[in-house]
């Protein structure tokens, strides 16, 4: 069995900051990369960032880069998404993943989601 519980999200104002927290546990392994994805509504899931288990891989999509930071907590099995000058188009309800692989682009495992909104 393998947990992930998002926290940390809210409603902020455009250009302002938000971060979000994922803890694992169960029998989630610390080799696993962790990423963040995220659903706004009426659209698919998409992929935000990504981050290896020993933090020296990194990975983001376009719409976030310069603006988002994953970094992760290895010792607390946490992973952590510093989101800077959010725009509204960033609402979505943000799910944390595991990729057991450790590629960063095969995640298995989900969190049940936390929302962020922005708007003024």
């Known amino acids: 069995q393998v947990q992930l519980v998002e926290s940390g999200g809210g409603l902020v104002q455009p250009g302002g900051s938000l971060r979000l927290s994922c803890t694992g546990s169960?029998?989630?392994?610390?080799?696993?990369?962790m990423g963040w994805y995220r659903q706004a509504p009426g659209k698919e899931r998409e992929f935000v960032a990504g981050?290896?288990?020993?933090?020296?891989?990194?990975r983001y999509s376009d719409a976030v880069k310069g603006r988002f930071t994953i970094f992760a907590d290895n010792a607390k099995n946490t992973v952590y998404l510093q989101m800077n000058s959010l725009k509204p188009e960033d609402t979505a309800v943000y799910y944390c993943?595991?990729?057991?692989?450790?590629?960063?682009?095969?995640?298995?495992?989900w969190g049940q989601g936390t929302q962020v909104t922005v708007s003024s």
């Open positions: 993943a595991a990729d057991p692989t450790g590629s960063l682009y095969s995640y298995h495992y």
């Open positions: 169960g029998s989630i392994s610390s080799m696993y990369a």
């Open positions: 981050i290896s288990w020993s933090g020296s891989r990194t």
